[in-house]
């Protein structure tokens, strides 16, 4: 079976966990630490990006994987599929670039949005 939109959000993921491995590489030479911060705000922002991603972007990609599974409706998964990216991207440049915390809280409330709408319908789904 073909899972089209798990496939194009998994693979935008990818990119974006490359990316932000890359920026915590970059910023680890550039202030010669190997673990941890090393006390540098720049580099623990970056770390946090780069953890918030890894907790979150798993379930985006499970919950989109078995909604296309069960053959919810289209509508459905790409929405979600759409909110799911939009929400990482945004978190990351309410993080990185723009450091304003209504930016982070307006993409995780988004995303979370996202996970209950996609928990809903596989619940609902499994009570029928």
């Given at each position: 079976m073909i899972w089209p939109v798990t496939s194009?959000?998994?693979?935008?993921?990818?990119?974006?966990?490359v990316a932000l491995s890359l920026a915590v590489t970059q910023r680890r030479i550039q202030v010669r630490s190997t673990h941890g911060d090393a006390g540098d705000s720049v580099l623990g922002k970056r770390?946090?990006?780069?953890?918030?991603?890894?907790?979150?972007?798993?379930?985006?990609?499970?919950l989109l994987a078995?909604?296309?599974?069960q053959a919810a409706p289209a509508v459905l998964v790409q929405a979600l599929g759409v909110v799911f990216v939009l929400s990482r991207l945004v978190h990351v440049v309410g993080m990185l670039v723009v450091r304003h915390p209504?930016?982070?809280?307006a993409a995780m409330t988004a995303q979370h949005a996202g996970f209950v709408a996609a928990a809903w319908w596989l619940v609902r789904e499994f009570l029928k």
């Open positions: 194009l959000v998994a693979g935008v993921f990818a990119v974006m966990m770390i946090r990006a780069h953890g918030n991603f890894t907790e979150y972007a798993p379930l985006a990609l499970i078995l909604l296309e599974a209504l930016v982070r809280a």
